[in-house]
């Protein structure tokens, strides 16, 4: 049976979509999924996606790193399967889904699709970074000289000498001031830099609020990709109303082999 994809990417963070509602992908099959998510040996992202029934939400998304393994919520993945979800037909401008990490809320209009992410109660910080969960587990990162930094080989470093075998993504971060910052990350899975990471960009917001580095939301992330927009709600047991917001776009469909 030929059983289709779809080649999504938001603001470079590029995942593969498969429709899995008749439950038919091996998704056990870790090699599988690793050799498709592989740039030279298959069509080549940084995760792969299926979206499959659900009883109490329009769809539920399982998500995959590109070493085959399922991983902990991506942003970027969610507004993407919501634009997915679209083009199925199976909704119109907004949704609700189930994620590794619970529900979540979509809405899509303009070209855009913002995603509503889970609540976020406490921000461990130390004097030279931030760590938190913002649905996958993140280290934030003000990092000078900008311009020589070297992510792959500092976000590996970082990974692995911190958070050891179970590792945390890795953010670097470089204010722009007016509530702008460039961020670049090291993704865990990917163990390379990707060109944007939604749940890592709304990390170095909510990150940059705690250290009285961004006044108001919306803060303006630029990442390698394209720029995402973080907006939020601080009250006095953390950070609720969370919405990551930016492009979500269909590149292209296929044939799985």
């Known amino acids: 049976m030929h059983r289709s994809f779809f080649k999504y990417q938001a603001t470079g963070n590029d995942f593969i979509l498969v429709d899995n509602r008749m439950g038919i992908f091996p998704k056990k099959d870790t090699k599988t999924i690793a050799r498709l998510c592989h740039r030279r040996f298959g ?15 329009d769809f539920r998304m399982v998500y995959f790193n590109a070493d085959g393994r399922e991983g902990s919520m991506c942003g970027n993945g969610g507004r993407c399967i919501a634009a997915f979800a679209n083009h199925l037909g199976l909704i119109e401008d907004s949704c609700r889904f189930t994620a590794i990490d619970g529900v979540h809320e979509a809405h899509l209009g303009e070209g855009k699709v913002s995603l509503q992410m889970q609540d976020v109660a406490e921000i461990h910080a130390t004097p030279r970074y931030l760590w938190l969960d ?13 311009d020589t930094l070297d992510v792959n080989r500092e976000g590996a470093r970082l990974r692995y000498g911190l958070y050891g075998a179970g590792g945390s993504n890795i953010n670097f971060v470089h204010p722009m001031g007016e509530n702008r910052f460039e961020v670049r990350t090291y993704e865990r ?4 830099e990707t060109y944007s990471c ?5 990390a170095v917001a909510l990150g940059m609020h705690h250290l009285g580095r961004l ?4 803060a303006v992330i630029k990442t390698l990709g394209g720029t995402l ?7 006095p047991e953390g950070y609720s109303d969370i919405w990551l917001e930016g492009p979500a776009e269909l590149v292209f469909k296929g044939e799985l082999p």
Not at 43 to 57: C, V, W
Not at 198 to 202: E, L, M, R
């Open 43 to 57: 069509i080549g992202a940084d995760g792969l996606i299926l979206l499959e029934t659900d009883k109490s939400t």
């Open 134 to 146: 913002t649905g996958s587990p993140h280290h934030a990162q003000l990092w000078e000289p900008w």
């Open 189 to 192: 899975g990917v163990e390379a």
């Open 198 to 202: 939604g749940t890592g960009v709304t």
């Open 215 to 218: 006044e108001e939301a919306p």
């Open 229 to 235: 927009q973080v907006r939020f709600t601080k009250g």
